[in-house]
């Protein structure tokens, strides 16, 4: 009898933990703790593909078996974009060989990227002689798609190559032209045969199309129908890839959520999103944007807040690393987005690695180190009192 | 092929059974809970003789249910027929042994021999052994079979960072000799050994387990070289036994049809294990902790590192010994099992700050058998795992809850 109670119990037991057991799971962290996940709105389709992206993107690894290299920079797109977050010094990449806009002399030697990684057995690509080179850490990729669908026009309407409004701040959208198998958007504006580019550290990316096959080409290695050039030995070859993965990668960076801001309640944030403005910095991280049409609804006429304008601005002498991509002047650089800001240290080892190459360890050696058009509000900042100058860094990590 | 060798075997069970009474179907009272030293463990299984034949058959088996999630995502229950495994041994002849292990996974979707070899008894100090080898590194290389273990997983460090099970073609020595409490044994053999994939695979680390996949490794070495193993093994009946093995050899392509195609690039395993059981309170305790270290290109991502390191330990308590159910010799036992393990030990070159891309976990245990060789346990796991970037750590856990039997 007490054998059956026994037996009886434990049955009982084990069919409460199968009952319950997603109680004892760890918990889902906030959503506003994490950069990745699909933005709100997709349908079931969408959101098919979204997960092959995500697939694709975060647990697709490259060896020689499928493709890596034989000349890379990385292994996969996650192993820059832990999180889909910003990266680090040890995932950066350098570009070389391009001093103004007649475009790159180094090509001939494996510019503009350069390849500092190899399969073994091979020799990786150096630096020539000469050339010039910046180095770029992974930018986050959260919230590109609202990016993406911002028109041309509204790019150009915040342009003011000559300062006509006085305020020491310019800003130029990067014109170039478009590769081969890039689609111009139906609004594309167009001049002298070049069209506006936004995306990258230079504003030199025509889209997200563009991005993703150059990621897969320049930093992995693998060649795809779009880009069918091996980096080793300069000839075209067969697909890595296949464009539906590409297509897949390309979705699932355009639907990626917006970074959810945090802690915007609280008094000290208040503060700083104004002082923010106050001291000019919104002038270029634009606080607000909006899309124009985009194929996916939930996409289409958006409001966002990106904190960028998607423009070039001299950052003065200090971030110019003598190498420029596109249009751009060497000193140029597009107004990086500071949405996700402060969620970087969860992909970049905890720590933070701003600037263009990460060469800023805090947000305050962020400010410190603009120049040239954002000189005079770097310098207000320096004028603030410490309570001003702690309410704005709260504020910015809160984004 | 893996087809027709599941269906041989099928057939060659059903044939056996056909055409003996079952009478003659003698079982050896193995108690698998029992040590000699650890490298007895292909041994130490009951077997079944067939009437006066030379031949023995056993086997064993493991099926779980698991509820495990990371951070929130699930992929719910997951039932799972781990794997079946079947041995067959045969005493050919005076001082000649034949003992084999082939292994049925994911359905029979995977079919592995993971063990056959001939031994050839010279003397207690001297056996040749030749054929397929488990390598004897750490203890749970050659002592994996999951009847013996509380936890329905087998070690991460065992399995993710050490390649259990790992077995290679290949030639070697043997022995074992006593003295009142002491037993000392040892192990030495020369085999076919790893490949270019533990350093340029899908897990975007350096990975060991990845050459499993090379059945090639059966045929010949990828380097051309003979892989080292060696083991010594000290137990004595009051504290137990510890062992120290090493694997190693160049593990890469260098030569292709005679013309150098890259360096000689070598990996050394080093391994101590350990296993006793307190005579007081029963308490079983094992463990095993390996360092490896790989020879990788300064050129190669950072991804893949060139040392690793990770170990676990089991600590299991019978809490009750005697008739339950029915079952005579029955008993249930709580345990636990720490792991670790750090697949890419070293700073940034960048930065200078940890690699990360490592992992802990602890998995508390309650197991029921009702018979030595028959075990029924629910485990629960704890498990924090950071990335290469030492980002902030992963949480999993959840539940699983299994059987495993040898039959």
């Known amino acids: 009898m007490i054998k059956s109670k026994i037996t009886i119990l434990n049955l009982i037991l084990i069919g409460l933990i199968i009952g319950s057991c997603n109680d004892f799971l760890p918990l889902e962290p906030m959503e506003s703790e994490l950069l990745d996940g699909p933005m709100e709105g997709l349908n079931h389709a969408q959101t098919a593909q979204f997960i092959s992206g995500d697939v694709a993107f975060n647990d697709e690894l490259f060896h020689s078996g499928n493709g890596l290299g034989p000349l890379f920079v990385a292994t996969s797109c996650v192993s820059c974009h832990a999180g889909d977050g910003k990266g680090l010094p040890s995932t950066s990449l350098t570009r070389f060989g391009q001093v103004d806009s007649t475009g790159n002399k180094f090509l001939h030697l494996g510019g503009p990227q350069l390849q500092n990684r190899a399969l073994p057995g091979y020799t990786p690509e150096t630096i020539p002689e000469g050339a010039t080179y910046s180095v770029f850490t992974p930018p986050a990729v959260t919230g590109l798609g609202f990016l993406q669908y911002v028109t041309d026009a509204d790019i150009l309407a915040l342009a003011d190559p000559d300062d006509l409004d006085g305020d020491g701040i310019s800003g130029v959208p990067n014109w170039d032209y478009l590769r081969d198998f890039v689609i111009p958007s139906p609004d594309a504006i167009t001049k002298d045969r070049k069209y506006i580019h936004r995306f990258g550290k230079k504003a030199s990316v025509y889209d997200l199309l563009e991005q993703t096959v150059d990621a897969y080409n320049q930093d992995m290695g693998i060649t795809s129908l779009f880009d069918p050039i091996d980096t ?67 996409l289409s006429y958006k409001t966002f807040h990106p904190y960028t304008d998607l423009l070039l601005h001299d950052m003065g002498t200090e971030l110019d690393d003598g190498y420029t991509e596109g249009g751009a002047l060497t000193s140029e650089w597009r107004t990086a987005p500071l949405w996700g800001l402060g969620l970087s240290p969860d992909s970049q080892g905890g720590k933070y690695y701003l600037m263009h190459d990460g060469r800023a360890r805090s947000i305050e050696e962020a400010i410190l180190l603009h120049g040239g058009e954002a000189e005079n509000s770097k310098n207000q900042y320096v004028g603030l009192g410490q309570s001003e100058k702690d309410d704005l860094i709260k504020f910015l990590e809160s984004l | ?61 493991e099926a779980n249910w698991q509820y495990i999630g990371t951070e929130g995502i699930t992929e719910g229950h997951e039932f799972q027929m781990r794997r079946m495994t079947l041995f067959i041994s045969s005493s050919i002849g005076k001082k000649l042994k034949f003992m084999s292990e082939i292994e049925f996974e994911e359905g029979g979707n995977e079919i592995v021999i993971e063990f056959a070899s001939l031994d050839v008894e010279f003397h207690p100090l001297i056996n040749l052994r030749g054929g397929i080898i488990m390598n004897p590194i750490g203890a749970f290389n050659q002592n994996h079979d999951g009847p013996k273990w509380e936890f329905t997983d087998r070690p991460i460090s065992a399995t993710q960072m050490l390649p259990a099970t790992w077995s290679t073609a290949g030639f070697g020595l043997f022995g074992k000799t006593y003295k009142k409490d002491w037993m000392l044994g040892y192990e030495f053999y020369l085999t076919g050994g790893f490949d270019n994939t533990i350093i340029d695979n899908d897990q975007n680390k350096t990975y060991l387990p990845a050459s499993k996949a090379n059945s090639a490794r059966f045929e010949e070495s990828a380097s051309g070289t003979a892989l080292t193993s060696a083991k010594i093994a000290v ?76 170990g ?29 393990v750090d697949w890419n030990v070293g700073t940034f070159k960048e930065t200078g700050y940890n690699i990360g891309d490592h992992l802990w976990s602890v998995m508390p245990a309650i197991s029921f058998r009702p018979t030595q060789q028959t075990v029924f346990r629910l485990n629960y796991r704890i498990q924090q795992q950071s990335d290469v970037h030492d980002n902030p750590a992963e949480k999993t856990g959840g539940f699983s809850l299994g059987l495993s039997t040898y039959f």
Request: a negative charge; proline letters at 5%.
């Open chain 2, 312 to 340: 676990f330990l089991d600590i299991v308590q019978p809490i009750i010994s005697k008739k339950m159910l029915g079952w005579e010799n029955a008993s249930l036992n709580l345990g636990c099992r720490l792991e670790y």
């Open chain 2, 235 to 310: 137990r004595n009946t009051n504290f137990g036994e510890i062992g120290l093995s090493f694997m190693g050899g160049i593990y890469n392509t260098f030569e292709d049809d005679g013309e150098e195609v890259d360096e000689k690039r070598r990996l050394n395993v080093f391994a101590v294990d350990y296993n006793h059981t307190l005579p007081k309170w029963k308490t079983f305790i094992t463990g095993e902790w390996a360092w490896i270290n790989v020879d990788i290109p300064n050129y190669y991502t950072q991804h893949y590192g060139n040392k690793q390191h990770g």
């Open chain 1, 232 to 298: 080793y030995s300069g000839l075209a070859v067969d697909p890595e890839i296949s464009k539906q993965t590409i297509r897949d990668v390309v979705f699932y960076l355009e639907t990626l959520k917006a970074p959810i801001p945090r802690n915007q309640e609280d008094p000290q944030v208040q503060n700083g999103k104004n002082i923010f403005s106050q001291i000019q910095c919104a002038s270029c991280h634009l606080p607000e944007m909006k899309t124009g049409y985009a194929p996916i609804e939930a």
């Open chain 2, 1 to 61: 092929m893996k087809k027709v060798i599941f269906l041989f075997l099928l057939l060659l069970t059903v044939t056996v059974h056909a055409q003996i009474d079952a009478s003659l179907l003698q079982g050896t009272k193995k108690d698998s809970t029992l040590k000699g030293l650890n490298m007895d463990a292909v041994y130490d299984r009951p077997f079944l003789n067939l009437g006066k034949s030379p031949v023995s058959v056993g086997g064993y088996m």
